[in-house]
């Protein structure tokens, strides 16, 4: 399913929008609240902070309290509409983890997407054998992890790279991530292929941080993903991988932080030829077959 913008980041954008409206006009949340006869102020603050999908009946209510003028209430209602959008979507996505939601949300309608990967090949990059081995060893930590579930979820993530107008995706991983580690050779050298077909695609770029560099600010040690859209006013973000959960940033600060470290990331990395040697030389002398082109997607511009 295609979406034109990525639902939750159009909700953390409404919500800032709706928030400073509000303060224009001087008004508390439990004012607007009692003016608009909600039973308490726990719904508009979930609102303000992006935290809920939006009725767009509550949000046309509340561009009345504000006295929204036309133009801007035509905007906002524009990205409420988007904000709104999910049961559809949820249908069309399938039967998928929280985490792997959270994902696929910040990835639709994304313009460019960074990935850095200390240990393992990023998700949307991984083969379907890769991805279940991965996801096995770590339902051994907890007895949540549906394992098929997670992996049907990562492979209709993976459309986003095949879309008509795909985002320019760039995967930064760490040396080691190139190392066998333990998976069976068969799904390993599958998975070399794989990359090295990925990397032939004009919108994917793979480079290796190899394991002497030095990056300016150090190595960081988490896994992390940042995302930027094409409309600017869109908030960035960065989804920083934990063992259990992930969090989302998206103050002004916390981003400026992630895009100098991603710099200093691209400034270590094996240039992308390098790259693609590395890993040839990792596969062996194998044939890597061509790509299947994502439907002769033009590349878009970045922003």
Not at 26 to 42: H, I, M
Not at 59 to 86: F, K, M, S
Request: glycine share 6%; with cysteine; net charge neutral.
């Amino acid at each position: 399913m295609r979406l034109s913008a990525s639902p939750v980041v159009r909700r953390v954008r409404l919500g800032a929008e709706l928030r400073r409206l509000r303060r224009r006009e001087a008004l508390t949340l439990e004012q607007v609240c009692v003016r608009l006869g909600w039973a308490s102020t726990s719904k508009l603050s979930r609102i303000e902070l992006g935290q809920s999908r939006p009725d767009l009946a509550d949000v046309l209510d509340l561009l009345d309290a504000y006295q929204v003028p036309a133009d801007q209430r035509n905007e906002l209602i524009v990205i409420a509409r988007d904000a709104a959008t999910g049961r559809g979507r949820s249908k069309a996505l399938g039967e998928m983890g929280e985490r792997q939601r959270a994902y696929a949300e910040l990835e639709a309608g994304a313009a460019r997407i960074v990935e850095y990967q200390p240990a393992l090949v990023p998700g949307l990059l991984q083969t379907p054998a890769y991805a279940r081995l991965r996801v096995s060893a770590g339902a051994l930590l907890g007895d949540d992890v549906d394992v098929e579930s997670d992996v049907r979820g990562r492979t209709v993530r993976q459309e986003v790279l095949r879309r008509l107008d795909p985002p320019h995706y760039t995967a930064l991983v760490d040396e080691r991530v190139c190392e066998p580690g333990g998976t069976p050779a068969d799904v390993w050298r599958d998975q070399l292929r794989h990359l090295m077909a990925l990397a032939e695609w004009p919108h994917i770029t793979i480079r290796v941080v190899p394991s002497e560099a030095a990056p300016d600010g150090g190595r960081p040690l988490t896994a992390f993903s940042y995302y930027a859209y094409p409309d600017p006013a869109d908030p960035r973000t960065v989804l920083v991988e934990t063992l259990t959960t992930d969090l989302r940033l998206v103050a002004e600060a916390d981003i400026a932080r992630y895009e100098r470290l991603v710099d200093r990331l691209l400034a270590a990395a094996l240039p992308e030829e390098e790259t693609v040697e590395l890993l040839a030389r990792r596969l062996g002398p194998v044939h890597v077959p061509r790509p299947r082109e994502p439907r002769d997607a033009p590349v878009p511009e970045l922003h």
